[in-house]
């Protein structure tokens, strides 16, 4: 139950919303083909970019290693790991935006002071990471990009919510453009994250050799690759015998 100034409007948002779904149905309804080719297809080139940017961190040459199936396989997991989340969202999307348009004034400054402040810990973090030579300088670049990138989309969402919810075309190019700009930041992010960042390492055993503290990149039905004392190695799965997580306390 919604209380106070906020009853009325979640009364007009359940009716926009209604009139809204119906809409969509219909007009999915009448392009059905077109758009399931268009979603495969913008799906698709979405996954491959994020993949594209992630493996470009140890080696761009592993993506021709990727194929369609693949793809496939990481847009599903994908979908199914932020499903849940993005529909949580949206519950609450609505009456946040009512929120923000009764607090304008405030969300503004609130947005400018926010970002203000993840640029000024991300450029201390940058400075500390020079200054001692960790390695982790990459990555606090690409996180403290990623961590703008979200808050700038949230903000690009609200402000063409209105317009998204018309079909404007302009709108939901200026939207996908800039989701598929930040998809690549956050693929680069993630590598970092995986390359200087993560204690997750394996001892993997082939038919030939051991290698140990080593850290997976990608796990292919067809091939491994994993990095190991600063190496990309590739095996074909058909040569793997184990993987095992170990414990590296030097990392």
């Known amino acids: 139950m919604t209380f106070g100034p906020f009853s009325s409007q979640s009364r007009a948002r359940d009716s926009a919303t209604f009139h809204f779904v119906s809409e969509m149905l219909e007009f999915l309804t009448k392009h059905f083909i077109v758009l399931s080719t ?9 996954a491959m970019l994020f993949l594209a940017a992630y493996l470009a961190v140890f080696d761009w040459n592993l993506i021709w ?7 496939a396989k990481l847009f599903l997991i994908g979908t199914a790991l932020l499903s849940s989340a993005i529909a949580t969202a949206l519950n609450y999307a609505w009456d946040l935006l009512a929120w923000l348009k009764h607090q304008m004034k405030v969300y503004k400054w609130g ?5 203000a402040l993840v640029i000024g810990a991300g450029v201390y973090s940058i400075h500390n990471d020079v200054k001692t030579g960790n390695g982790y300088a990459a990555y606090h670049v690409f996180r403290m990009l990623s961590t703008i990138g979200v808050v700038s989309l949230l903000y690009l969402l609200f402000r063409e919510a209105e317009q998204l919810k018309q079909l404007n075309w302009l709108s939901i190019l200026n939207v996908a453009s800039s ?7 956050f693929g680069a992010t993630y590598g970092y994250y995986v390359r200087d960042v993560s204690k997750n390492v394996m001892q993997i055993t082939t038919k030939s050799e051991t290698f140990e503290n080593a850290k997976v990149i990608m796990f292919l039905s067809h091939h491994l690759a994993f990095l190991v004392e600063k190496r990309v190695v590739v095996i074909p799965t058909a040569d793997l015998i184990k993987v095992l997580a170990q414990v590296n306390s030097e990392l």
């Open 38 to 46: 268009l979603v495969i297809g913008g799906a698709s080139a979405v």
């Open 65 to 71: 290693l990727v194929e369609y199936t693949d793809i």
């Open 111 to 115: 947005l400018f002071v926010g970002i």
């Open 179 to 185: 989701t598929v700009f930040a998809l690549g930041i």
